[in-house]
């Protein structure tokens, strides 16, 4: 086993968010049934984004972004592949990728994490794997952790205002790009395409300020939203329907 000393702080990091994602996944795995309602909330939540979001979607300026928040932040998939390439660099990761990129990286992981952990835990309160928008603001309500929720917007944009940040700088482009071919050699082929199309699709927006603070305005608006509501009130209803 791998002394832990000599892991940098960022990989012990990295590394810990990684195991707290793979202890959740076991949990699914011993567990069918939460699993299916897991992921009925994973479902749910890439549905919302889509339809939250359609106007940016809709956009030729942000379309791409919008997509790869989308897909590789938000989406049901299954990212084991690119976890486990995440832990086949820790503790190298980061002799391996550009020092730049390793921050993303942990706070990348760090969001995992939470969003994997508050899936898990709003899967467990459901009866069933049918997920409306009352059920999915009953689960909210009922797993809590208003400062988690906070957190994970906050990652979020960390994520995306890196990415753009980045894109300002092309040596750092020509960097990754010319880690290609080594990454593929040493299986790192997901994880290297996350940080190509994060970096491509915000590249292409030129200036991600307004896209980022739209997403970030919305999202704490939804979930004040989820945590406001009274399902029992007459207005629940039209609560609801109005959720973004």
Known sequence: MRKT?????????ILENLQ????????????????ARTHAIKDY???????TYADLLAQPRYAQSSRFFLDELYGPQDFTDRDSQFA????????????????????????HALSEAMDSAMGAQLKS???????????????????????????????????????????LRHSLRLMRTPARAAGLS????????????????????????????????????????????AHADTELAALP
């Open 5 to 13: 000393s000599a892991v940098s702080p960022e990989g012990l990091a």
């Open 20 to 35: 707290q994602v793979a202890a959740e996944r076991r949990r699914r795995d011993a567990d069918p049934t939460l699993a």
């Open 45 to 51: 939540q890439h549905r919302r984004f889509s339809h």
């Open 88 to 111: 086949r660099v820790v503790p190298g990761l980061v002799r391996i990728f550009p020092h730049e990129l390793v921050g993303t990286v942990q706070a990348l992981s760090e969001l």
């Open 129 to 171: 794997a049918r997920v409306d928008a009352r059920v999915y603001t009953g689960a909210w309500q009922a797993v809590g952790q208003p400062r988690v929720r906070a957190r994970q917007i906050e990652l979020m944009v960390m994520v995306g205002s890196a990415l753009d940040r980045y894109t300002r700088n092309p040596l």
């Open 190 to 233: 997901a994880l290297q395409h996350f940080l190509e199309t994060g970096f491509d699709t915000f590249r292409a927006m030129k200036g991600a300020d307004d896209f980022l603070q739209t997403i970030a305005g919305r999202e704490r608006e939804l979930a004040a939203q989820l945590f406001a509501i009274d399902l029992n009130s």
